[in-house]
């Protein structure tokens, strides 16, 4: 049974051909072809313990166009919210729907998930890690510099969260620079570059000295799902690390400006920086929906 549940798990091959075939996905859909249709008369659940607004959409959208039909799960409605454990509520549901798409706080519960459930299982974000924003990303990317080879991506802020996760493995897989900036009293990802071991990976807590030369300049929130309530001390902490005017003004001229969404403006994002960038980062937004049909297409039996 094949699952997408983590950037770690994929080869470089893997990505490059989501990448691939999420571009034809996305032609296809431009002129109105609807006609691959690997989901056809399948159900797949969608059991999201936090909010979303992109994942969510994007995988109904996704579903209904690649012939399927979706079913939302909370757990404010299911048994799993009273106690119910996982591994039962999975197999309860592998023996019903066609594949299952999960938002939890816990990596493992969602591998644990694809292990009993016997289906195709898609982790749409975990504390640990949010594969399919990555595989979006790396597409926008490619449309917007032709590639990534040779190109230095510099991800500011909460370098120790689950997007930043993502990014990391995907530059061990696929070679490009990557640099991290963030507090390290906060967020110091030494553990996680730990077992990397990977050259073209690096720290550096300066966002002045991090940015020089960049090709991508990308952040996400400073107060991730689940952390509201170190909001302040993570929002004084992270200030130097905005994206705005001066710290774009010292990445490549032409450097492109990337956010995951949703964005808190004035905080992780100027406004101005933001607006200025807005089109690159609403076709990000989009390509979420191009990105998991080409996954879920991938994993379909
Ligand atoms: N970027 C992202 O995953 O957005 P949502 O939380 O709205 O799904
Ligand atoms: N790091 C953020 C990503 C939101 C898409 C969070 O986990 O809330």
Known sequence: MKNFLSIEECSRAGIEELVESSISLKEARHIRDFSSRPLLDQCWGIIFSKASTRTRISFEVGIRELGGSALFLSPRDLQLGRGEPIKDTARVMGRMLHGAIIRNDSQVEVEQFAELSDIPTINALTDQEHPCQIIADLLTVRESLGGWEGKKVVFLGDVDCNVAHSWVWAAKHLGFELVLSGP?????????????????????????????????????????????????????????????????????????????????????????????????????????????????KDLAT
């Open 184 to 296: 390290s009293e906060i967020c110091s990802p030494v553990n996680y570059l730990e077992k990397l071991d990977c050259s073209n990976v690096s720290f550096v807590e300066d966002p002045f000295v991090a940015v020089a030369d960049a090709n991508v300049l990308y952040t996400d929130v400073w107060v991730s799902m689940g952390m509201e309530d170190e909001a302040n001390k993570r929002e004084g902490a992270f200030t130097d690390y905005q994206i705005n005017e001066k710290i774009i003004s010292l990445a490549d001229s032409n450097a492109m400006v990337m956010h995951c969404l949703p964005a808190y403006r004035d905080k992780e994002i100027s406004e101005s920086a933001f607006e200025a960038h807005a089109e690159t980062i609403f076709s990000q937004a989009e390509n979420r929906l191009h990105a998991q049909k080409a996954i879920m």
